[in-house]
């Protein structure tokens, strides 16, 4: 079991990274977390093949991790796809997902492989097979703002979560709005976390760390302005930690 960091930038396309996706892979069931604009050529730059992902998971609808699942599914179409994809999505946001899929002519009855969309509601432990599940919980990261009171309020979700795999787990922040975000699991003990760089602190992602001691931190979502910073930043940790801070680039794998 391992993860592999497709994309590790921010919202901000970048040329050096894609935005911000990553796979927990094993031998038997991969599982994808968000698939922002860009992601059919992330995968191909990481060598990992369009069948090979059975589930994709979504964290919110942001565009740098929601807007490329209609171009994947394309791919996924062309190569002559045939085995089932599952996409987990927060309950509120199936309708959004389909008129997506629609939109970009990527009708479930001339697919060639069935797609299952399922929902999950917050603190719901979804169990995606003998070896690996997920609870989501509410983040700050997406609110809705009194000018956009002509929206419907239920559509401004967004999720982190907390995957076991394997008797191991990981803390996932996707994007948060507040340093209170990095606690949502601080009860579970997480083994590992994966955090994002653009909406918080360092300095608060490193007191989290502290706190919450988990055996290895891994920094994503990285702002290419703010790149030196962050590099720096790194440099200054004491060296005892340094091992177990790794700031993230495209391509990185690591083993569980």
Not at 61 to 73: K, M, N, P
Not at 232 to 255: A, H, M, Q, T
Request: aromatic residues 12%.
């Amino acid at each position: 079991m391992k993860i592999v960091f497709i994309g590790t930038s921010s919202g901000r396309t970048s040329l050096r990274r894609f935005h911000s996706s990553f796979l927990i892979k094993s031998k038997k069931y991969n599982l994808l977390i968000d698939a922002g604009d860009g992601i059919s050529k992330a995968l191909l730059k990481c060598k990992i093949d369009y069948n090979s992902i059975d589930a994709i998971l979504f964290s919110h609808y942001h565009a740098d991790h929601f807007t490329g699942i209609g171009a994947l599914i394309t791919q996924m179409k062309l190569i002559g796809r045939t085995k089932i994809l599952t996409i987990y999505t927060h309950k509120n946001l199936i309708q959004p997902l389909n008129n997506l899929i629609d939109s970009v002519y990527m009708f479930k009855e001339n697919l060639g492989f069935e797609l299952d969309i399922i929902g999950f509601d917050f603190d719901e432990k979804i169990r995606i097979n003998n070896n690996l599940n997920f609870t989501a919980r509410h983040n700050s990261h997406i609110q809705q703002k009194e000018f956009l009171s002509n929206y419907p309020s239920e559509i401004f979700v967004s999720s982190s979560f907390l995957f076991e795999i394997e008797n191991k787990k990981i803390f996932y922040s996707s994007d948060i709005g507040t340093s209170n975000d990095l606690y949502l699991f601080e009860n579970a003990k997480p083994d590992f976390m994966i955090t994002e760089t653009m909406h918080i602190a360092t300095d608060d992602i490193y007191e989290a760390f502290k706190k919450i001691k988990p055996r290895k931190i891994f920094l994503t979502h990285i702002d290419e302005p703010q790149e030196k910073d962050l590099n720096k930043w790194y440099r200054n940790l004491p060296s005892k930690d340094k091992s177990k801070i790794i700031v993230c680039s495209d391509g990185l794998e690591f083993k569980l």
